[in-house]
């Protein structure tokens, strides 16, 4: 009997799963990561949503916040260039075509379950000649390899009155 109670209790302890089992998820199992502050490689796939899935991703996995860098390959990006004039429309340029995604940065915040993602990209074209910008939004190419590295306490945003933009939120 004690080897049977032995036995389903080393059975039952190695089927829970925890977020230390996992480096790497794609968008679907991000929940096996929830409330984990353990870095974690987000794969993606040939026509997901760069901006979206980060973002799904955050939520599914209930994170605080997080500082993001990624590679990889992207079809179609928009980025944005904002002026530092709050009046100024940001100026949204759409690249055709493939890119290298050489660089990617940025961070997730979280005000009350509602996502941001900022993502600001170095890319190539296949010249090898960079652009670099705000990731408006993306389609992920071949793949892109996003490394999210949760904060154990919450990153907010609020919209500054005074610039009409969004910086974070400092005690």
């Known amino acids: 009997m004690h080897i049977k109670l032995m ?3 080393g059975l039952s302890a190695s089927m829970l799963a925890n977020a230390a089992d996992y480096t790497a998820v794609n968008k679907s199992s991000c929940n096996r990561m929830i409330n984990s502050t353990q870095a974690f490689v987000l794969v ?7 901006v979206e899935s980060i973002n799904q991703c955050a939520k599914d996995a209930n ?3 997080a500082a993001v860098t990624g590679l990889g390959q992207v079809e179609n990006p928009t980025l ?5 004039n709050p009046e100024d429309i940001p100026t949204l340029t ?3 075509g493939f890119y290298e995604l050489a660089s990617l940065t940025g961070n997730i915040t979280n005000n009350s379950g509602q996502y941001y993602t900022h993502l600001h990209s170095t890319l190539a074209d ?6 670099a910008g705000h990731v408006n939004k993306a389609t992920v190419g071949l793949t892109v390899e996003v490394m999210i590295q949760p904060f154990a ?3 907010e945003r609020t ?8 910086p974070i939120v400092t005690h």
């Open 80 to 84: 944005a260039y904002f002026s530092p």
């Open 44 to 50: 993606l796939d040939k026509g997901d949503s760069l």
């Open 63 to 65: 994170l605080q916040g």
């Open 7 to 9: 036995g389903i209790i």
């Open 126 to 131: 296949k010249e090898f000649r960079g652009i």
């Open 94 to 96: 759409t690249f055709n």
């Open 153 to 155: 306490a919450p990153i």
């Open 159 to 166: 919209v500054d009155e005074a610039t009409g933009f969004g």
